[in-house]
Nanobody, 126 residues
């Protein structure tokens, strides 16, 4: 099981940008499918973006519709880190953001992921 630690959250105004990072332990990071989820107060945790290993489909990515064109997921297998670049942020993006790891295809269900970070808070003010 891989250990995950998110960072980069904070308070930003509407229209601003943040970059989240998720550092992973272990030497098998490159083989994991990585994903970002978020959970707003009173809501269920939801899928945001995912990225497959670069060796599989060149690092195929998947985004939930509400963030397409604004968020970009990427990975650095040398640094064992996955990133989420968030641009044009909106108040509805306010949530705790979690990174997660699994194997295989990108799945949008939380139950498919067996490793989770502790989360980082993102707050977008209007």
């Amino acid at each position: 099981q891989v250990q995950l630690a998110e960072s980069g959250g904070g308070l930003v105004q509407t229209g601003g940008s943040l970059r989240l990072s998720c550092a992973a332990s272990g030497r098998t990071f490159s083989t994991y499918t990585m994903a970002w989820f978020r959970q707003a107060p009173g809501k269920e945790r939801e899928f945001v973006a995912g990225i497959r290993p670069i060796s599989w489909s060149g690092g195929e990515t998947l985004y939930t519709d509400s963030v397409k064109g604004r968020f970009t997921i990427s990975r650095d297998n040398v640094k064992n880190t996955v990133y989420l670049q968030m641009n044009s942020l909106k108040p509805e993006d306010t949530a705790v953001y979690y990174c997660a790891a699994s194997f295989g295809t990108i799945v949008t269900l939380t139950g498919a992921y067996n490793s989770w970070g502790q989360g980082t808070q993102v707050t977008v003010s209007s």
